[in-house]
């Protein structure tokens, strides 16, 4: 059992390129989440997903977009990267059979120069 | 809208020394209530959770909080730290009918133990 895994682990882009973050899990979780996280300000929600074909806005969602093609995997999109989305990003999972506590994979720390 | 707060944001103590970190939420109703640590240069991992029952919960590595619904609280103790436990602590809550499964997480409180 992986768990949760994220692709890729650091990625520095310049300002105005696109790029995707790949999460998968392997434990069969209905519910997928975003994050961000920041110095100072915590974890933040992006998109999240509650099953394959649907996602929904998180707390700071402008900027990305997300897809959920099949169950296991959620992906996030930078359209146009802005030095304003330098950040760790986090990946979690849950089901509502534990209570929708979240699994976290292990980051992708990205740069936008 | 709902909050969670953490009401230290940094803390610094000796090993040995006893550890409590506070936890506050705002909303009213049926809560789960999860604290996660994240230790230098990793993810979040579990450290305990509460979904019902007896309101004192004990997790992994000796840490333990306790759910006081009048206060809204959910403190994260540990009777003596170790260097070990220098990380970053958040305190997190989903509504217990919640069908999304969000968490709300608190701001994070970064603990220092000194040797």
């Known amino acids: 059992n992986a768990g949760v895994t994220q692709t890729p682990k650091f990625r520095v882009l310049k300002t105005g390129q696109s790029m995707t973050l790949l999460c998968a899990q392997d434990?069969?979780?209905?519910?997928m989440y975003w994050y961000r996280q920041d110095p100072g300000m915590g974890l933040r929600l992006i998109h999240y997903?509650?099953?394959?074909?649907?996602?929904a806005k998180g707390e700071v969602p402008d900027g990305y977009n997300v897809s959920r093609l099949k169950k296991q995997n959620f992906l996030l999109g930078l359209e146009s990267a802005a030095p304003s989305q330098t950040s760790v990003y986090f990946c979690?999972?849950?089901?509502?059979?534990?209570?929708?506590?979240?699994?976290f994979g292990p980051g992708t720390r990205l740069t936008v120069t | 809208a709902q909050s969670v707060s953490q009401h230290n944001h940094h803390v610094i103590l000796s090993e040995a020394a006893s550890l409590e970190l506070g936890c506050n939420y705002s909303?009213?109703?049926?809560?789960?209530l999860f604290w996660y640590v994240q230790y230098p240069g990793q993810h979040l991992q579990l450290l305990l959770k509460?979904?019902?029952?007896?309101?004192l919960v004990k997790g992994i590595k000796g840490f333990e909080a306790e759910f006081i619904k009048s206060k809204f609280s959910f403190n994260l103790r540990k009777p003596s730290v170790q260097w070990s436990d220098t990380a970053e602590y958040f305190c997190?809550?989903?509504?217990?009918?919640?069908?999304?499964?969000?968490?709300?997480f608190g701001q994070g409180t970064t603990l220092q133990v000194k040797p």
């Open positions: 979690a999972s849950s089901s509502q059979r534990g209570n929708y506590e979240q699994y």
């Open positions: 434990m069969n979780h209905e519910y």
């Open positions: 997903s509650v099953g394959e074909g649907t996602t």
């Open positions: 909303y009213g109703g049926t809560v789960n």
């Open positions: 509460y979904f019902s029952g007896d309101p």
């Open positions: 997190a809550v989903t509504h217990g009918s919640s069908n999304t499964g969000k968490l709300i």
